[in-house]
């Protein structure tokens, strides 16, 4: 078995996979509080509950976008399950993917779903991954990442929405019944829920006028993919929530034979 761990900035997706399906999946908070002995704990009784255990692991791979959790972890997989990760960054064999990006620091999030959607979907491909940020990325029918986008997420656009304006509550992220709410909660969840689907249809219908992508298929993934996919269907060809762990077990095997 090996283990698939996508760290994001509030949560971390865990999975248990073989090479033919990924057997069990959990999702933890991102605690940067927490104790390698904490971390592994939460991991033990996980594990145990699925009727697994750490001497099951063969191998790990670890993609995260938070640098200051990485020791904590790095260190809680050789100490319980005797196994040092594989880090996912720009210098491992992407199987085939090429990152044309200026910097260098293209996240391990948009790597890892970039290879994920090239391998599985083909290119032309755009991903839309639904997180603490909206994020976009682009690969071209010759498995060059081109570029992507980054906008502000829903559940951080909504918390800063509430806590600007003082009589604005907290509410529940649900697809909208109607455009014109009767209420203030009504109100909120269509100018957020509707914003955000027009924010994702203009850049899609945008990345779409590049070169090459005009008939790139579109795919979803991350928590909050499916309230926009309820909103407009049109926009999203596929919803892969899973999409991010996928790419971690393509990862693992291209560099666990390396």
Known sequence: MILLMDVGNTNIKLGLANETKTVQTWRIATDTTRTADEFGMILFDLFRQSGYGFKDVDGIILSSVVPSINYTLEHMCTYYMKKKPIMVNGDIRLGGIKIDYNDGQLGSDRIVNAVAAYKIYGGPVITVDFGSATTFGAVDGEGVFRGGLIAPGIKASTDSLVNTAAKLPRIELVAPKRTLG?????????????????????????????????????????????????????????????????GLKILYYENAKA
């Open 182 to 246: 009767k209420n203030t909660v009504e109100n909120m969840q269509a100018g957020i829920i509707f914003g955000f689907t027009g924010l994702v249809e203009y850049i899609v219908k945008r990345m779409k006028s590049e070169e090459g992508f005009g008939q790139a298929k579109v795919i979803a993934t991350g928590g909050m993919s499916q309230l926009v996919t309820q909103t407009d269907s049109r926009i999203i060809d596929v919803v892969d929530r899973a999409l991010s762990l996928k």
